[in-house]
């Protein structure tokens, strides 16, 4: 008998299913947000195909060696540690068609080093975090699914080694499409990336490098230099702007003059756009606020407006807080809530206008196959939450209190400009037109989805 055991059942193909784990962005999309796992080597469903990836036991970091055997296109395959922090992982994955629906079963069987002094610890140590990371596994496996598109596309995505491009590329990839990624020449690309499916550029002077612009369904357009990643002084707030600014500039140019054009762009923007709001209810045809922030976003968006001239529709998402333990604002906030260090910040009333993960990357998708979406569209979850109610709810899911207050003049010692802006500014943002236009949130409600990315979920 294995020492546990995973059973899915979802509403797909057999095919879809057996493809989604069969492509380049499976192994990304199924490691759960909080192990944060980067890849080392990921192979493919074939015998003698190796994955690799760093983990990280208690204090103890190991590299996790795993091959493939026993493929049973469609139907199985097998998973044997080679090297790892168990003395023993053999994984199996069956899958069966039953009435319409595919039944994927899971079954592993394990050894502790060891095992003679240590296996009956197995109840606290292992056992949890294998159910939390299956549990996982199985609602994205299951949200995914539901998304498969009927019309697979040729996709050029910029920005792809960041948080959330290096997720919307593994998802692309699991729906089928083809990913390409625009990058310079310096960008190091992630073990997952299709080597050979990459263009070059030097974003700075517009001028294509290696490979062409040519011949893309879609181009996604999401790089740009880290809003909170350092405090802002006069450089930093020029880096911010001009890293968008420019590049979008010139790769808007560049595509006006191609020859096959793609037929959808999609750009970056932020809900900075609306400024310090208060309790104000926003939506797309809310007016610009006031401020370094909305006059860099109203910039942003502008310089690739000349596009629509040329009939290609153009979508620019304004994206609030993405929620994620692999980084941004959430990442940054885990180690202070599981301290029970985390609480009002400011008085704690601000708005928070959030998104998951998965919605981010599920609604560009929907936005970039419905051909009726064009402009602006507010990517966040239709319950925005106070800061203070945010922070009660993060210490709810991780057992801990959720009062210790951060007053305004800290925030404004500790980060500058940038906490004032990102910590203190309120806006309450609506997102109107996405819900308009038929997409169904996977985690409209916020303890939810903290539960799903932190694998707390009762």
């Not at 230099?225 to 001009?242: C, N, P, Q, V, Y």
């Not at 420019?246 to 609306?274: M, R």
Request: proline share 5%; with cysteine.
């Amino acid at each position: 008998m294995p020492n546990f055991q995973n059973v899915l059942e979802v509403d797909a193909s057999l095919e879809d299913h057996w493809n989604w784990y069969n492509s380049e962005g499976a192994f990304r999309r199924i490691m759960p947000d909080w192990e944060g796992l980067e890849p080392i080597q990921v192979g493919k469903i074939a015998d003698g195909e190796m994955t690799i990836f760093p983990v990280q036991m208690g204090p103890i970091k190991k590299k996790w060696v795993a091959r493939h055997e026993n493929v049973r296109t469609l139907h199985g395959f097998d998973d044997t540690s080679l090297k790892g922090p168990f003395a023993k992982w053999d994984h199996s994955r069956e899958f069966k068609q039953e009435n319409g629906k595919t039944v994927a079963i899971d079954s592993v069987e394990y050894k502790l080093p060891l095992h003679f002094a240590t296996g009956w610890t197995k109840k606290f140590t292992v056992v949890p975090r294998v159910e939390a990371m299956f549990g996982f596994r199985n609602r994205r496996v299951e949200m995914d699914l539901r998304r498969i598109p009927s019309q697979k596309m040729r996709v050029l995505i910029s920005g792809s080694t960041g948080l959330i491009g290096k997720q919307l590329c593994a998802f692309f990839a699991c729906m089928g499409h083809e990913v390409h990624r625009l990058v310079r020449p310096s960008t190091k690309l992630p073990a997952d990336a299709n080597k050979e499916n990459v263009v070059k550029w030097d974003d700075q002077k517009g001028e294509i490098l290696e490979g062409s612009l040519e011949g893309f369904d879609c181009i996604i357009h999401l790089a740009g230099a880290g809003i909170g990643d350092k405090r802002w002084s006069k450089t930093r707030k020029e880096l911010i702007e001009t890293s968008r600014t420019i590049p979008t500039k010139n790769l808007a140019n560049l595509i006006c003059g191609l020859e096959n054009k793609p037929s959808v762009f999609i750009q970056g923007s932020a809900i900075g756009f609306y400024g310090d709001r208060a309790d104000e209810i926003l939506d797309e045809d809310s007016v610009i606020g006031d401020g370094y922030l909305p006059e860099t976003c109203k910039k942003w968006e502008d310089a690739s407006s000349e596009l629509e001239n040329h009939g290609i529709r153009r979508v620019v998402i304004r994206t609030g807080i993405v929620m994620t333990c692999l980084g941004g604002a959430l990442g940054k906030q885990l180690f202070p809530a599981k301290m029970g260090a985390l609480g009002p910040v400011g008085g704690g009333k601000q708005f928070q206008s959030w998104i998951s993960l998965d919605d981010q990357i599920h609604a560009v998708h929907h936005l970039m196959l419905n051909s009726d979406c064009n402009g602006v569209y507010n990517l966040v979850s239709p319950n925005p939450t106070s800061q203070k109610e945010f922070a009660k709810v993060l210490g709810k899911i991780f057992f801990r209190p959720s009062f210790a207050p951060l007053p305004k003049f800290m925030v404004k010692i500790l980060f500058g400009e940038m906490g004032e802006k990102l910590l203190l500014e309120s806006q309450r943002v609506s997102p109107k037109r996405l819900i308009e236009s038929g997409y169904e949130f996977n985690h409209p409600d916020l303890e939810n989805a903290l539960r799903h990315m932190t694998g707390k979920v009762r």
